[in-house]
C-alpha cells in the first residue's frame, strides 16, 4: 500500500497529465461522434456575450454587402407578391390557409461562423426568448444555413451544413429524385449530393433544392446549382457536386424556420413516447 | 502574488485576442494563427507542475468553448505544457539545468526554437485531431506549415513588443 501510494506521489505529475488529456480526448470524440454535444458549446451567457460585443463592431465592414444581400431579397419577394395579388381571387382561400398555419419564422443575426474546420457550428443570437428552439432549421433569403442543436436563454448553436456529421434531404428541382446533402471538409462553396439513383435525369447547371422529406426544412428552399457529376457504375447511383447558392463565408443575418406540424408527426412517429 | 496577477491577466487578454480577433483571421482560406499559447511559453520556469497542467487544461477548454470545438485545445495545450521542460532542455541548454535561465537574456535563436518547437507540437496535436481522418492527410500537412508559420511570426513579434513595454 506505501509502495504505492508512493509511486502515486512521485508520479503525479504524470497522473495529472494522463487524467486530464483523457478528459479532453473524451470530450473530443464525443463531438466528432454525436453532432449535438452539448458539454462543450458556445451557446453560453459568457461567451456568447463576449462573441456578440465582437460581431457588433465587425458587422460595420460587411454592411454594405448585408444591404446588397438584403434589397435583393425585397426584390424577389416583392416580384412574388405583386404577381400574386393578380390571381387572388382564384386562390384566396388556399393562400390564407397555407400562410397562416404551415411554418413560423423567426429572424436571427449570426454572431460567429465557422467555415475553414471539418466540422463547423455557428452561434446565433436569438434563443429561448425568441421562441428558437431545438432541432428547427436555419436559412437565408438564397439557401440552407444549418440546423438548431442547442439554445440557452439568448444565444442558439446551430450545426452549419458544413460539418461531416450533417446529411440532409435534398432533390433535383426538376425530377423530384432525391438524394443525401454532405459535406468532405475541403471547399465552403462546393457540397456534394450522393445515392442519386441512375435514372435520374443530370445536367450540369440544373438547380438543387430541399426535399419534403423531413420536418426540418420546408420544401423546395433553394441549396445550389450541378457543377461537376460522376455515375458510379457499379452501384448505380450519381455523386453530384453542388455549388451552393450561399456564400457560407458571409452571414449576417438569417431565418430560423418551424414547421408547426412537427411535434404532431413526431406523435404520429413515436406513439409510445409522452 | 505577482506572477499570479500578472498570468490571470494574460490569460484573459489573450482568450479575447484569440477569439475576438485573430479568429476573423482566415488568411488563404483555412490559415488561423493562435496566440494564447504564448500564455504556456512564458510561464515561470519553476512553476510547480501540476498547476501549470491544470492551468493549460482551463485554458484549452476556454478556447473551446467560443470555438464549439468539442476538447482539441485543450488537449495540444496540456500536451506542450507537459513537454515544456525537453524543449527548455533542448533550446536553452545548460542554463535552464542551474536554474539561471532568463528568458530574454537567451539568445535570439535559443526562443526562437524553443518557440517553434511549442508551436509546432501545439498546431500538430491541434489539427490532427480536428481532422480526425487519414483520408485529409495533405489537407493536415498544410494547415499544420502554414498556420505554424503564421503563429510562430506573431509569437515572437508579441515576445518582442512585451519587452519593449518592460524597459
Request: aromatic share 10%; net charge negative.
Given at each position: 500500500?506505501?509502495?504505492?501510494?508512493?509511486?502515486?506521489?512521485?508520479?503525479?505529475?504524470?497522473?495529472?497529465?494522463?487524467?486530464?488529456?483523457?478528459?479532453?480526448?473524451?470530450?473530443?470524440?464525443?463531438?466528432?461522434?454525436?453532432?449535438?454535444s452539448k458539454l462543450v458549446s458556445s451557446a453560453n451567457f459568457i461567451s456568447g456575450n463576449v462573441l456578440g460585443t465582437s460581431e457588433s463592431v465587425y458587422q460595420y465592414f460587411s454592411l454594405k454587402t448585408q444591404n446588397e444581400i438584403l434589397l435583393e431579397e425585397n426584390k424577389t419577394l416583392r416580384k412574388?407578391?405583386?404577381n400574386t395579388t393578380l390571381a387572388e381571387d382564384t386562390l384566396q382561400p388556399t393562400l390564407d390557409y397555407i400562410t397562416d398555419t404551415l411554418y413560423r419564422i423567426q429572424k436571427a443575426k449570426v454572431i460567429?461562423?465557422?467555415?475553414?474546420?471539418?466540422?463547423?457550428?455557428?452561434?446565433?443570437?436569438?434563443?429561448?426568448?425568441?421562441?428558437?428552439?431545438?432541432?428547427l432549421g436555419v436559412i437565408t433569403s438564397k439557401g440552407i444555413i444549418g440546423i438548431v442543436i442547442d439554445t440557452s436563454k439568448e444565444f442558439s448553436r446551430v450545426i452549419s451544413i458544413l460539418n461531416t456529421n450533417t446529411s440532409i434531404n435534398a432533390k433535383l428541382k426538376k425530377t423530384n429524385h432525391f438524394g443525401t446533402l454532405t459535406w468532405d471538409g475541403k471547399?465552403?462553396?462546393?457540397?456534394?449530393?450522393?445515392?442519386?439513383?441512375?435514372?435520374?435525369?443530370?445536367?450540369?447547371?440544373?438547380?438543387?433544392?430541399?426535399?419534403?422529406?423531413?420536418?426540418?426544412?420546408p420544401e423546395d428552399v433553394p441549396i445550389g446549382i450541378i457543377n461537376d457529376f460522376e455515375l458510379n457504375e457499379n452501384l448505380g447511383y450519381y455523386t453530384i457536386s453542388v455549388k451552393l447558392f450561399n456564400d457560407m463565408t458571409n452571414l449576417k443575418h438569417i431565418y430560423v424556420i418551424e414547421d408547426t406540424r412537427k411535434e404532431e408527426a413526431y406523435e404520429l412517429l413515436n406513439p409510445s413516447q409522452p | 502574488m505577482?506572477?499570479?496577477?500578472?498570468?490571470?491577466?494574460?490569460?484573459?487578454?489573450?482568450?479575447?485576442?484569440?477569439?475576438m480577433i485573430l479568429n476573423h483571421f482566415e488568411v488563404f482560406g483555412y490559415i488561423n494563427p493562435y496566440i494564447y499559447p504564448l500564455l504556456i511559453i512564458l510561464l515561470p520556469f519553476n512553476i510547480n507542475s501540476i498547476q501549470?497542467?491544470?492551468?493549460?487544461?482551463?485554458?484549452?477548454?476556454?478556447?473551446?468553448?467560443?470555438?464549439?470545438?468539442?476538447?482539441?485545445?485543450?488537449?495540444?495545450?496540456?500536451?506542450i505544457a507537459y513537454l515544456r521542460p525537453l524543449f527548455l532542455r533542448n533550446a536553452f541548454g545548460l542554463s535552464y539545468d542551474y536554474q539561471t535561465l532568463k528568458f530574454y537574456d537567451a539568445p535570439f535563436r535559443s526562443r526562437l526554437v524553443y518557440v517553434s518547437f511549442m508551436v509546432i507540437i501545439h498546431h500538430v496535436?491541434?489539427?490532427?485531431?480536428?481532422?480526425?481522418?487519414?483520408?485529409?492527410?495533405?489537407?493536415?500537412?498544410?494547415?499544420?506549415?502554414?498556420?505554424?508559420?503564421?503563429?510562430?511570426?506573431?509569437i515572437m513579434i508579441t515576445l518582442n513588443l512585451i519587452r519593449k513595454n518592460r524597459k
Open positions: 500500500m506505501q509502495q504505492i501510494i508512493l509511486f502515486l506521489i512521485k508520479n503525479k505529475t504524470g497522473l495529472v497529465f494522463i487524467i486530464l488529456t483523457t478528459i479532453a480526448l473524451g470530450l473530443t470524440f464525443q463531438a466528432h461522434t454525436y453532432h449535438n412574388r407578391l405583386l460567429s461562423n465557422y467555415y475553414d474546420k471539418i466540422d463547423n457550428y455557428l452561434l446565433i443570437e436569438g434563443g429561448t426568448n425568441d421562441s428558437i428552439k431545438e432541432d471547399d465552403p462553396n462546393i457540397m456534394s449530393l450522393v445515392d442519386v439513383p441512375r435514372s435520374a435525369p443530370v445536367n450540369l447547371g440544373d438547380t438543387i433544392t430541399t426535399g419534403g422529406r423531413s420536418l426540418i426544412f | 505577482k506572477t499570479y496577477f500578472i498570468n490571470s491577466i494574460r490569460f484573459v487578454l489573450l482568450i479575447l485576442v484569440q477569439v501549470k497542467l491544470l492551468l493549460a487544461f482551463v485554458l484549452g477548454i476556454c478556447i473551446d468553448i467560443f470555438e464549439d470545438s468539442g476538447g482539441i485545445h485543450a488537449a495540444a495545450t496540456l500536451v496535436v491541434l489539427f490532427s485531431l480536428e481532422i480526425f481522418s487519414v483520408n485529409h492527410l495533405l489537407y493536415l500537412l498544410e494547415k499544420i506549415v502554414y498556420s505554424s508559420i503564421f503563429s510562430i511570426i506573431l
